[in-house]
């Protein structure tokens, strides 16, 4: 500090850090240029590693296939991975890839299950490990018999059942966060609810003067936010149908919008009528709708936006595969980023955490990218045409897309595998949206339809085609 002959430094120490004794330099520069070197020793604790596996719910395993274990773990003072493995497996039962990711408290696994397994319960123990530190939790299995030689497995892309009731085409869907309930927005200038259980529609929303462009779900709670080209952002009582809230200040197209994770600020991206002039984002608090922070950013069209790191970082996408990460609290300049691919085409930001990126390219290719660490983590192939539209699930493991010659399909990120394939069935496709639970499929229709399909993310290591 200015006119002080004592300061306080803040070291920060990556969790790769090893313990021990380190010498770390010093360097200070005054406004005036001068210049100071010192040296300091410093010593490394190890960290206090505090973390537990919680109890995981009985698994079905489908004999042949992959499945998905699903579980939960208290991090306390830990932050790294945690390497997963199984005990006492018969033989043919394995988790492929089984770590939990750094940070995540709710993991996903894959679990193959080869076909000389007999139907059937087992009981065996999952193991975790990290920093030296072991845990074992029971684990109950239930085989039962899919594929070849078994009884026919569970339905998996199967027309559960199409929605009718929109006059023109469908602009959005979103899943409420139980998975029982679907909002879909059209061009009629209206929002409607839709009971999955009972492919029944439950409300109408109307207040909107134009047409409206997305919709979404809060994932806390029970309210519904729209964005319409009448340029105002609405917030809705998702049981009663009650325009609770209204923003009118916005000028220009809204693209997308995306809640943050507590549900308490709702960020919109705004696309302005006039060339060259930059796009907006604008974000706002939930409970009397206010804006908290606006960003600008270039002339491209922004495609995708997700909060970040507990909710204080804002991630923005353009159509051209470049972005920005925005501080909420204003304190650090932006940081940019960019998908290095060829023609990007359709890019979609992870809902979960907003640390993956997916671009889809002209030549049909679909990469997903990690955008801390500015690395390409996987690269998914099977169309053929352009990739116009890209939508993660809720929980980051699985990826929806449709290309151009209009063929939707699914892949496991897990594995990279196609596990979907949706040919000749639907026609004019506009959105696109993945059930909280990966077990259903949302197809909206410029037809103003809406279409569901059964996803099952156990089952056949083949993926299935339906149509031509």
């Given at each position: 500090?200015?006119?002080?002959?004592?300061?306080?430094?803040?070291?920060?120490?990556?969790?790769?850090?090893?313990?021990?004794?380190?010498?770390?330099?010093?360097?200070?520069?005054?406004?005036?240029?001068?210049?100071?070197?010192?040296?300091?020793?410093?010593?490394?604790?190890?960290?206090?590693?505090?973390?537990?596996?919680?109890?995981?719910?009985?698994?079905?395993?489908?004999?042949?296939?992959?499945?998905?274990?699903?579980?939960?773990?208290?991090?306390?003072?830990?932050?790294?991975?945690?390497?997963?493995?199984?005990?006492?497996?018969?033989?043919?039962?394995?988790?492929?890839?089984?770590?939990?990711?750094?940070?995540?408290?709710?993991?996903?696994?894959?679990?193959?299950?080869?076909?000389?397994?007999?139907?059937?319960?087992?009981?065996?123990?999952?193991?975790?490990?990290?920093?030296?530190?072991?845990?074992?939790?029971?684990?109950?299995?239930?085989?039962?018999?899919?594929?070849?030689?078994?009884?026919?497995?569970?339905?998996?892309?199967?027309?559960?059942?199409?929605?009718?009731?929109?006059?023109k085409g469908v602009t959005g869907v979103a899943f409420s966060p139980e998975g029982k309930h679907l909002v879909s927005g059209s061009l009629d200038h209206t929002l409607k609810v839709w009971n999955i259980d009972k492919g029944q529609e439950v409300l109408t929303l109307t207040g909107h003067k134009a047409a409206v462009q997305c919709v979404d779900y809060s994932p806390?709670?029970?309210?519904?936010?729209?964005?319409?080209?009448?340029?105002?952002?609405?917030l809705w009582d998702a049981e009663s149908g009650l325009n609770l809230l209204t923003y009118k200040a916005i000028r220009g197209n809204i693209r997308t919008m995306s809640f943050s994770r507590n549900g308490k600020n709702l960020a919109v991206g705004i696309e302005r009528m006039a060339l060259q002039e930059p796009y907006e984002v604008k974000v706002l608090e939930t409970?009397?709708?206010?804006?908290?922070?606006?960003?600008?950013?270039?002339?491209?069209?922004?495609?995708?936006?997700?909060?970040?790191?507990?909710?204080?970082?804002?991630?923005?996408?353009?159509?051209?595969?470049?972005?920005?990460?925005?501080?909420?609290?204003?304190?650090?300049?932006?940081?940019?980023?960019?998908?290095?691919?060829?023609?990007?085409?359709?890019?979609?930001?992870?809902?979960?955490?907003?640390?993956?990126?997916?671009?889809?390219?002209?030549?049909?290719?679909?990469?997903?990218?990690?955008?801390?660490?500015?690395?390409?983590?996987?690269?998914?192939?099977?169309?053929?045409?352009?990739?116009?539209?890209?939508?993660?699930?809720?929980?980051?493991?699985?990826?929806?897309?449709?290309?151009?010659?209009?063929?939707?399909?699914?892949?496991?990120?897990?594995?990279?595998?196609?596990?979907?394939?949706?040919?000749?069935?639907?026609?004019?496709?506009?959105?696109?949206?993945?059930?909280?639970?990966?077990?259903?499929?949302?197809?909206?229709?410029?037809?103003?339809?809406?279409?569901?399909?059964?996803?099952?993310?156990?089952?056949?290591?083949?993926?299935?085609?339906?149509?031509?």
């Amino acid at each position: 500090p200015a006119w002080s002959d004592t300061s306080t430094l803040e070291i920060t120490v990556l969790q790769t850090a090893k313990p021990g004794k380190r010498t770390v330099e010093i360097v200070a520069v005054a406004v005036e240029g001068v210049r100071v070197e010192t040296k300091a020793e410093v010593e490394i604790e190890a960290p206090t590693v505090v973390w537990k596996l919680l109890p995981i719910e009985p698994v079905s395993l489908f004999s042949p296939g992959l499945n998905r274990m699903k579980g939960r773990v208290e991090r306390g003072g830990y932050t790294g991975a945690i390497h997963l493995e199984l005990e006492n497996a018969p033989s043919g039962i394995e988790i492929v890839r089984g770590a939990i990711p750094p940070s995540e408290s709710e993991w996903y696994v894959l679990m193959r299950c080869s076909k000389g397994v007999a139907p059937g319960k087992y009981q065996l123990q999952l193991v975790g490990e990290a920093e030296g530190v072991r845990q074992v939790v029971p684990l109950s299995l239930q085989v039962l018999p899919g594929g070849p030689g078994g009884p026919p497995a569970p339905s998996f892309g199967d027309q559960a059942l199409t929605l009718h009731g929109h006059t023109k085409g469908v602009t959005g869907v979103a899943f409420s966060p139980e998975g029982k309930h679907l909002v879909s927005g059209s061009l009629d200038h209206t929002l409607k609810v839709w009971n999955i259980d009972k492919g029944q529609e439950v409300l109408t929303l109307t207040g909107h003067k134009a047409a409206v462009q997305c919709v979404d779900y809060s994932p806390v709670g029970k309210r519904i936010a729209s964005a319409s080209l009448d340029g105002t952002v609405k917030l809705w009582d998702a049981e009663s149908g009650l325009n609770l809230l209204t923003y009118k200040a916005i000028r220009g197209n809204i693209r997308t919008m995306s809640f943050s994770r507590n549900g308490k600020n709702l960020a919109v991206g705004i696309e302005r009528m006039a060339l060259q002039e930059p796009y907006e984002v604008k974000v706002l608090e939930t409970e009397r709708f206010q804006q908290m922070s606006s960003f600008q950013g270039d002339t491209s069209r922004v495609n995708s936006l997700s909060f970040m790191l507990r909710d204080l970082l804002l991630c923005s996408v353009n159509q051209d595969g470049k972005g920005r990460i925005w501080d909420l609290s204003g304190r650090m300049n932006p940081r940019s980023l960019t998908v290095p691919m060829g023609v990007c085409t359709s890019v979609c930001l992870d809902p979960n955490d907003g640390r993956k990126l997916a671009a889809g390219s002209s030549d049909g290719t679909i990469k997903l990218w990690s955008i801390l660490r500015k690395e390409e983590l996987l690269s998914l192939k099977g169309a053929s045409e352009s990739v116009l539209l890209l939508s993660f699930s809720p929980d980051g493991t699985l990826l929806a897309g449709v290309s151009s010659d209009q063929v939707v399909r699914v892949w496991e990120l897990t594995m990279g595998a196609q596990i979907l394939m949706l040919k000749g069935r639907i026609r004019e496709v506009s959105s696109l949206a993945i059930s909280p639970d990966g077990k259903a499929l949302a197809v909206g229709s410029a037809d103003g339809t809406v279409t569901i399909w059964g996803l099952r993310t156990v089952g056949s290591l083949a993926p299935q085609m339906i149509g031509d």
